[in-house]
């Protein structure tokens, strides 16, 4: 009989889930060189002709499985990759340089498409330098071919699978279908990656960080993703597939506790009302964000549009969803926020020594305005709603934001021009999830209506960290101390100012947290639309003076440990009521 073994990492996405393991495996290809006789340089071509004509198939048969399991429109991308395959050009010279080199089609192929690759990426159009993303995509389908290796994608996974995986790349993230794929666990990752953001969006168990997990596990095998305490559990013995039992009904008491608070006003209970609102990624979520009680929706991250069909999504495209949002979420309001591709989020074939110090976000939309305009025209266009406020994340110094001021101002009269309307009022935001954001934030105050604070990235930047870095996601912590005095700072700025100032990173749904943030004066939570009837319910349980008085206490500790230990026992001893939907 098989043992059981429990492998540990961090819990990034709530619930249990027990499946059959499906491995997701993107091997590391290596290519070699070899001299090819002449008399077979022939068949060495034709051997190249065949792999092209594999891979199309391939890519025929998932844009066919894509189309009819997410609907028409996802796989969009796939039809450019299928064209690049028929590109004369680069078949031409793979077949001259087999022949006149006498080498293998591997070799010769890989080679021009890197040249490829690397012309395009040195392209200053943004649209050339996204198609990098495709040439290696296509291409090492084309070499995996070549090399008789499987390419496995997670349109693949068959219905009731748990994915396991070393990582999954954002655009593949973007292709998890939630009705075939039960839980996911990965050897890298932290509780802020993608992978986890994407888990939790779409409510599924998940684990990542797990060290060696792809060596300690097998395709087929019967495994337990418990995403509450962050373990997998491989080969379960018949006790323990009995406590997950008791556990899976733990949670249907408890999403019985919360369901009353879905549609509770968030208020104090001494009567202050508090905006809890929803983080989504996808427009199908608003939903949820509908579902759990949100009072809108206080991050709209619009980098989806752009992973999810590869190219750059157009005005009408993005209006079409921003209108729809803003429509299904009335009264509501709907912060949407411009571009924030780069770090994790990058295509993978982009690289750059330090990605989350690079050339990402505002960054990449401030060098190319007309791209940045695009984006400005369609979420201007839906703001005739009047129910639509934008955000601009990253942002590390003053001058951004006149430049980005500068750039609005030209893309309203630009509008105008054209007799098209817009919410002349719509409200300007920024993101304070860089430290010198936060410490200049008075200064800031004076050029926007409201601040979100983006604790994921204000964490990893103040504490140096990366955040989705498992071998130190034990250092990764919103409860220290110095971001925790950054985060009063930039409430205490904002106040000054008369803005209003939000938090929308990981820390807005710590049950732990909340408490402490309403006492540092914060005006509304945004969070994963599942963990808003907990916080109703926290907030619902506690008063303005009590939170206060925790806030000042908190911000006396030297350490995240004091912190967090202080803020369980002063839950506990006063309100059992919160300590009993800490998980
Ligand atoms: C953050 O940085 O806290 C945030 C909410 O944005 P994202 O997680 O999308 O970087
Ligand atoms: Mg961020």
Redesign the pocket.
């Known amino acids: 009989m098989t043992k059981e073994r429990r492998l540990k990492g961090i819990a990034v996405s709530e619930g249990i889930a027990r499946g059959t393991v499906f491995i997701y495996e993107t091997k590391k290809i290596e290519v070699f060189q070899t001299p090819i006789f002449s008399v077979y340089l022939k068949d060495e071509t034709e051997r190249f002709e065949k792999a092209l004509d594999k891979t199309k198939q391939d890519l025929s048969n998932i844009q066919e499985r894509i189309n009819q399991e997410t609907g028409k429109g996802f796989a969009q991308f796939l039809d450019a990759q299928i064209m690049m395959l028929s590109d004369k050009s680069i078949k031409e010279k793979v077949k001259k340089g087999i022949i006149e080199e006498k080498k293998n089609a591997e070799y010769v192929y890989h080679r021009v498409i890197s040249d490829y690759a690397k012309k395009l990426s040195e392209s200053k159009d943004q649209y050339f330098k996204e198609r990098v993303a495709d040439i290696w995509d296509v291409g090492l389908r084309v070499l995996r071919n070549l090399l008789g290796l499987t390419h496995s994608s997670v349109v693949d996974v068959p219905a009731g699978s748990i994915i396991v995986a070393h990582d999954i790349s954002p655009s593949e993230a973007a292709l998890i279908n939630p009705k075939k794929i039960l839980g996911i666990a990965t050897e890298a990752g932290g509780r ?1 990656s993608h992978t986890a ?1 994407t888990a939790r969006a779409l409510e599924i168990p998940a684990v990542v960080g797990i060290k060696g997990l792809m060596n300690k596990i097998e395709n087929d095998e019967k495994v337990i993703i418990d995403g509450d305490r962050g373990i997998l559990i491989k080969n379960p013995t018949s006790s323990r597939i009995h406590f997950y039992e008791i556990a899976e009904e733990k949670d249907r008491e408890l999403e019985k506790t919360l369901s009353p608070y879905y549609g509770l006003p968030s208020k104090t209970q001494d009567g202050r009302h508090i905006d809890i609102s929803a ?1 989504i990624e996808f427009f199908s979520e608003y939903t949820h964000a509908r579902k759990y009680g949100a009072e809108g929706i206080g ?1 709209f ?1 619009t980098e989806f549009l752009y992973l999810t069909r590869r190219g750059n999504p157009s005005e009408e495209e993005q209006y079409r969803v921003y209108n729809a949002l803003a429509k299904r979420m009335k009264p509501h309001s709907v912060i949407i926020r411009t571009y ?1 591709l780069g770090g994790d989020k990058i295509f993978s074939d982009y690289h750059e020594a330090n990605p989350f110090l690079g050339w990402r976000a505002i960054r990449v939309c401030l060098d190319d305005p007309d791209f940045f305009k695009i984006q400005l025209r369609a979420i201007l266009r839906a703001s005739v709603n009047k129910n639509v406020k934008i955000m601009f ?1 990253m942002i590390s110094t003053y001058e951004e934001i006149k430049r980005i001021h500068l750039v609005f101002e030209e893309t309203k009269q630009e509008l105008k021009s054209h007799n098209t309307e817009y919410d002349g009022e719509i409200q300007f935001g920024i ?1 304070v ?1 860089t430290p010198s954001a936060a410490i200049m934030s008075s200064q800031l105050a004076t050029q926007v209506d409201f601040f979100s ?6 964490t990893q930047y103040t504490l140096g960290v990366d955040r989705g870095n498992e071998k130190i996601s034990q250092l990764f912590d919103h409860f220290h101390p110095a971001v925790l005095r950054l985060i009063q700072q930039v409430i205490n700025s904002g106040h000054q100012a008369h803005i209003w100032v939000g938090l ?3 820390l807005a749904a710590d049950p732990l947290a909340i408490p402490l943030l309403i006492g540092l004066g914060i005006d509304e939570l945004s969070m994963n639309p599942a963990s808003i009837p907990r916080a109703k319910m926290v907030l619902r349980s506690i008063t303005i003076p009590q939170c206060e008085e925790i806030a000042k206490e908190s911000l006396k500790f030297r350490t995240a440990l004091e912190v967090k230990r202080y803020l369980r026992r002063t839950i506990r001893k006063k309100f059992p009521k919160i300590d009993e939907v800490i998980k």
Do not use: K, V, Y
């Open positions: 802020t953001i983080n991050l991250r924030d994340p993101m999830e604070i983006g604790s994921n990235d204000l929308c990173g990981e």
